[in-house]
């Protein structure tokens, strides 16, 4: 499934236009995509919870020429599913 069948969807359940859908699917992922940039959590009861991860500097292993290489850190999105998600797709 992609964006443009998710506002899809979520046009037939809702009763809403899709031009209106679409615009709210992409309001919330802009939205969610704002709150992690400024490193806050974004929690959803019952579905889940989007926050950051700090991936600290380390050592790396080139595997073509097997030299040491400076991995810088970083950071990364992460998603961890609420139980009710977890339940409806198990």
């Known amino acids: 499934m992609n964006k443009a069948d998710l506002s899809a969807r979520a046009a037939t359940r809702t009763s809403m236009s899709k031009p209106s859908a679409d615009a709210t699917v992409s309001g919330m992922f802009s939205t969610i995509a ?3 940039a400024s490193s806050e959590t974004v929690t959803m009861a019952r579905f889940g919870t989007f926050s950051m991860r700090s991936r600290l500097a380390r050592q ?3 595997p073509e020429a097997g030299e040491r290489i400076a991995i810088a850190a970083s950071n990364s999105p992460s998603f961890k599913a609420g139980k009710t998600l977890r339940d409806i797709v198990n």
């Open 34 to 36: 704002d709150t992690l």
């Open 60 to 62: 790396g292993r080139n």
